[in-house]
T-cell receptor, first 113, second 109 residues
Framework: NAGVTQTPKFQVLKTGQSMTLQCAQD?????MYWYRQDPGMGLRLIYY???????DKGEVPNGYNVSRLNKREFSLRLESAAPSQTSVYFC????????????FGEGSRLTVL | GIQVEQSPPDLILQEGANSTLRCNFS?????LQWFHQNPWGQLINLFY???GTKQNGRLSATTVATERYSLLYISSSQTTDSGVYFC???????????FGTGTRLKVLA
């Protein structure tokens, strides 16, 4: 049982390049999330998907797009990367049922030069 | 939106000491979790505790939802407890899980 899997783990981009971070969960969870964590800082919510077919903005959505491909997969796309998007990105999922417990992937470290 | 503040921001302890970390939130919450982020960046679930008290070994947590705070207690601290502790909450009617500011803990041998 892998839990929440993120790819890639590391990526270096040049300013203006695009890329997609992939996230998949095998826990049959309803809701999925993307967070970013800048050095020495807390986690800030970028986008979330409460259920398959829906997506909503979080605290810091500018510069990002998301796709809830199916119940398992939630991708985050940077269309034109900027140095300010250098960060560690975490995907998470939740059943949002009796316990509402959030589970995280291991993170993807992105550097934009 | 809801504000989630944690205190203290930084804490240094000698091994064996006890500590209390606090999470204050500005609105009623449906869900509340405590996480430990280890020095390698991994986020580890500690407690799911929207109300009441739970214990797991040397760690325990209490949430007083009516007074809008939660406490994480660490007893007999060990160097492996070092890292950053976060609380995270959702409010009624939303699926947004918002994180607190974090407490950075360093336990010295």
């Amino acid at each position: 049982n892998a839990g929440v899997t993120q790819t890639p783990k590391f990526q270096v981009l040049k300013t203006g390049q695009s890329m997609t971070l992939q996230c998949a969960q095998d826990m049959n969870h309803n809701s999925m999330y993307w967070y970013r964590q800048d050095p020495g800082m807390g986690l800030r919510l970028i986008y979330y998907s409460a259920s398959e077919g829906t997506t909503d903005k979080g605290e810091v959505p500018n510069g990002y797009n998301v796709s809830r491909l199916n119940k398992r997969e939630f991708s985050l796309r940077l269309e034109s990367a900027a140095p300010s998007q250098t960060s560690v990105y975490f995907c998470a999922s939740i059943l949002m049922g009796p316990t509402g417990e959030l589970f995280f992937g291991e993170g993807s470290r992105l550097t934009v030069l | 939106g809801i504000q989630v503040e944690q205190s203290p921001p930084d804490l240094i302890l000698q091994e064996g000491a006890n500590s209390t970390l606090r999470c204050n939130f500005s609105d009623s919450v449906n869900n509340l979790q405590w996480f430990h982020q280890n020095p390698w960046g991994q986020l580890i679930n500690l407690f799911y505790i929207p109300s009441g008290t739970k214990q797991n070994g040397r760690l325990s947590a209490t949430t007083v939802a009516t007074e809008r705070y939660s406490l994480l207690y660490i007893s007999s601290s060990q160097t492996t407890d070092s890292g950053v502790y976060f609380c995270a909450v959702t409010t009624s009617g939303t699926y947004k899980y918002i994180f607190g500011t974090g407490t950075r803990l360093k336990v010295l041998a």
